[in-house]
């Protein structure tokens, strides 16, 4: 018998917030790359547990960890999953008979999901959810560095590379946690916070919600879950949010009656995502002062991935990238790009998931007019099978139908045109929730 198991395994009755702070724990992770994932996994390194895990290839991320001394195994078979370890955490991207998490079944060892296991850690917090269909990573990392910068100390998960924090993880010693929350398959729901900011919805994950409605049910249940003594941040005039706020207990701050800052990323999204950050800011440190909040968001550097200046092209283009996979965020950052672009806007979009390109295909459609030129990649199956009815060509050919012209291509192919075409004062956009960043980084002249 392991004795270290057996414990493990009577407390997992109990709360696993009691488990995860009383002496070290030998934690594992199957698909520790992922950015949620790879931020639990450096809460715990900073708990002092012993922390390890694998992943299917090598990423920036990866590298992040083993740099902060964490080890990860590239590849996933059931050798890597160590025999004595207390609890594993996988991603919800790792499916059930994935040869690892079958190997811990076998073994007996707790597993959670990485849901699951926030919901557990940040049960004994101050707990700040930020959610909503769009801005939820930036709004957090703003929110988290005013609240740093404001002496509070927050600890911090975050859905991309804070550029000011150099990590996904920011490490603090109050009691306030951070962290950005998605609704699909009602993992928000995980989650008990105190305060919750609600940035906007919009219908998304459609293969898990088969309609608005079905995703406002889920953003309702987690209004209401807000006690009495908490606040929910949001715009209470959203016609998808206002209705959901009538079982609310919590007070509602209206974020939009805050004033413009001025920021170094562009857009009126962003404006956005500075006002909720700053008005969840005034809830958590009252009394903090205006300079603070205009000073702090002055100076964010912003994520990796969001509006993200990644340098020139050997033909002088200006190259970004923009994790932005909805027809709103997309056409938001495109409109943003055209204001500060005085050439041509050349875009390279990566579909993320045959079901969102296919129930969301009108909206695609005339999501690109501020670009000139648009190459669209290979869907992003992700969790997907393909069924022929939805594929690049036909996103390509219904854009064109708008007038912008568009076309589908392969990596290489946009790799070559955008090498030769694009020019000094054009930009060239990567976009998508797929792997389309690696295009950017081949164009861009290495320093």
């Not at 995860?20 to 390194?45: D, H, R, T, W």
């Not at 946009?414 to 797929?434: K, N, W």
């Amino acid at each position: 018998m392991n004795p270290v198991r057996d414990k493990t395994l009577e407390m997992s009755a109990g709360s696993s917030a009691s488990r995860v702070s009383n002496g070290m724990k030998k934690v594992y992770f199957i698909g520790i790359g992922g950015i949620g994932m790879s931020a639990l996994a450096q809460y715990f390194k900073n708990l002092g547990d012993l922390v390890s895990g694998s992943d299917r290839a090598s990423s920036q991320v990866t590298e992040l960890l083993e740099k902060k001394e964490i080890e990860v195994t590239i590849g996933q078979n059931a050798d890597n999953v160590p025999e004595y370890a207390d609890m594993v955490v996988y991603s919800d991207a790792v499916p059930e008979d994935n040869p690892e998490r079958a190997r811990v079944k076998e073994l007996g060892i707790p597993q959670f999901s990485y849901f699951e296991m926030l919901g557990e850690v940040s049960k004994n917090k101050k707990t700040i959810a930020v959610a909503g269909t769009h801005g939820k990573t930036t709004t957090t990392g703003m929110l988290a560095k005013i609240l740093q910068d404001a002496g509070a100390s927050p600890t911090a998960i975050v859905g991309s590379l804070v550029k000011d924090f150099g990590s996904n993880y920011l490490h603090g010693d109050s009691e306030m946690f951070v962290v950005e929350a998605c609704e699909y398959k009602d993992h928000l729901l995980e989650l008990s916070p105190e305060v919750l900011v609600l940035t906007n919805v919009e219908w998304d994950h459609t293969d898990y919600f088969l309609s608005l409605g079905a995703l406002q049910e889920t953003f309702r249940k987690a209004i209401e879950r807000v006690p009495n003594n908490g606040a929910i941040i949001t715009d209470p005039a959203n016609k998808n949010i206002a209705s959901l706020l009538a079982g609310a207990r919590a007070s509602v701050i209206d974020y939009t009656k805050e004033q413009a800052y001025k920021l170094s990323m562009p857009g009126e999204f962003n404006q956005n995502n500075a006002r909720a950050a700053a008005a969840a800011a005034r809830i958590l440190v009252p009394g903090i002062s205006e300079k603070t909040i205009t000073d702090s968001l002055a100076s964010f550097h912003g994520t990796w991935r969001r509006f993200e200046y990644k340098g020139k092209s050997i033909n002088g283009a200006d190259v970004y990238d923009d994790y932005a996979h909805h027809p709103t965020a997309v056409r938001a950052t495109l409109k943003a790009l055209r204001a500060q672009t005085k050439g041509k806007v050349f875009v390279a979009f990566h579909p993320h998931l045959y079901s969102r390109t296919k129930d969301l295909l009108d909206e695609f459609a005339v999501a690109f007019s501020d670009a000139d030129k648009v190459l669209i990649a290979p869907i992003f199956a992700a969790r997907e099978v393909d069924d022929g009815s939805i594929s690049s060509d036909i996103l390509a050919e219904r854009i064109r139908a708008t007038g912008t012209d568009a076309r589908a291509a392969t990596f290489e192919e946009i790799e070559q045109l955008f090498l030769s075409e694009p020019t000094a004062h054009d930009a060239v956009m990567t976009m998508g929730a797929g792997d389309i960043y690696k295009v950017a980084d081949v164009l861009i002249i290495k320093k």
